[in-house]
């Protein structure tokens, strides 16, 4: 094989597989290096996909035992079955796992097996697992390692009794106890999983709310649905220690208002208080420029401070930390590299937590419009008031459209709903055209549908609301 490249990706998460489909599309001879046995990165093995997975199995269960009954669906003698679960969710992975390959071989990328080093501006050196070394030269090299899970100091994760999310979709039995730290994305799906599956789960969060940076009617709203599931909640509460007592843990936490301490025993604690990036040695021995963040700096081309050398997803300090925003860089970066005109806007990246309820949002929440002194209004539209949902029985939730008081124009919008995750597309659109509400409000949605409380909310931003 000729070792000389247009194009080589340092990792093959959504955006670095997506990254080295898109340049091979444009001509680029492409090459992709992952350092894990499969492809895909940590979303597709041990991320967004399998919790999906377990997310979907774990609530038709719930459903199974709580509600069909009701529906006229007799079911008696309903068994949790944990081991087929997480086969299921294992088969999941490894049918996308083959997917990735496909698209590399139609696209005539070539798969490099090892761990990637950068040696020098235009040198890629892959270590493969017997210790193996080739080096191999590429005009462009995109860095797309993404990110690795945090955790508190003085917490040490082992992924048996004191786990981050890789170890909480592993678990081979319900734990009888579960404490979850942290109230983010994270967090609140896995602590939905083991709760319906049976757990006891309490939930730490250090502020006073959840879901850090999303408006807080739906940060309020959701948590009484939380509470209602049978999830516990410390809220405003620091946690000052984790220890192992044979194979238990004991948690202590203190509240930061009233500085009351207290402990509690579980049998696995989930550590969710965040991501961080993971750039190795080679980074900085290079000479490439990171932020007071530790985050590899970009221009507006995600070029690095090392000319042909572009960096996209959760290493740069840009958007979320998600994967259909590092897709997006990944073409980005590839039409760019290619002398097109490669764009990612950040205003319009939506957010979704696959609870069940889903919560979904995008664009600007009411404390940033403060913040920027933007005048703006309000439409909110529960979904007790929507046919289909009413007929679901998926009655929680509401759509909140926050549009600019002058223009009408979308800025933000969040949803609580079970199929939220679907429904924020349309949002997504709105604002990528820059819509108003009105234009929302004179879109003809089908009937009965839940998107049809999209057009109800858009008629409240003017008070002129149908069926509320």
Known sequence: MNNNFDVIVIGSGPGGYVCA??????????????????????????????????????????????????????AKNIKLNLSK?????????LTLNRGVEFLFKKNKIIHLKGKGLISDKNIVTVISDSGKKVNYKAKNIV?????????LSGIKIDEKTIVSSTGALSFDKIPKKLIVIGGGYIGLELSSVWRRL?????????????????????SNEFLKILNKQGINFKLDTKVTSVSLIKNKAIVDFTNNKSAIRERLECNKVLVAVGRKSNIGADISKLGIKLDNQEKIQVNKKFETSIKNIYAIGDVINKGPMLAHKAEDEGIAVAEIIAG???????DVIPTVIYTSPEVATV?????????????????????????????????????????????DKVLGVSIISTVAGTMIAELALALEFGASAEDIARTCHAHPTHNEAVKEAALAVDKRTIHF
């Open 85 to 93: 679960m997480m086969n299921n969710k294992n088969k999941s992975i």
């Open 143 to 151: 860095i797309s390692t993404g990110s690795v899970p945090t955790s």
């Open 340 to 346: 097109q005109a490669g764009h990612v806007n950040y």
């Open 198 to 218: 049976g757990s006891d789960v309490t939930v730490i969060e250090f502020l006073d709310h959840i879901i850090p940076g999303m408006d807080r009617d739906i």
């Open 363 to 407: 664009g600007k929440t009411e404390k940033q419009l403060k913040k920027e002194n933007i005048k703006y209004k309000v439409g909110k539209f529960p979904f007790i008031a929507n046919s289909r949902a009413k007929i679901n029985s998926e009655a929680e939730g509401f759509v909140k459209i926050i549009a600019d008081q002058k223009t």
């Open 21 to 74: 489909i898109r340049s091979a599309q444009l001509g680029f001879k492409t090459a992709c290096v992952e350092s894990q046995k499969t492809l895909g990165g940590t979303c597709l093995n041990v991320g967004c996909i399998p919790s999906k997975s377990l997310l979907n199995s774990s609530e038709m269960y719930r459903k199974a035992k709580n509600e069909f009954n009701n529906l006229g669906i007799e």
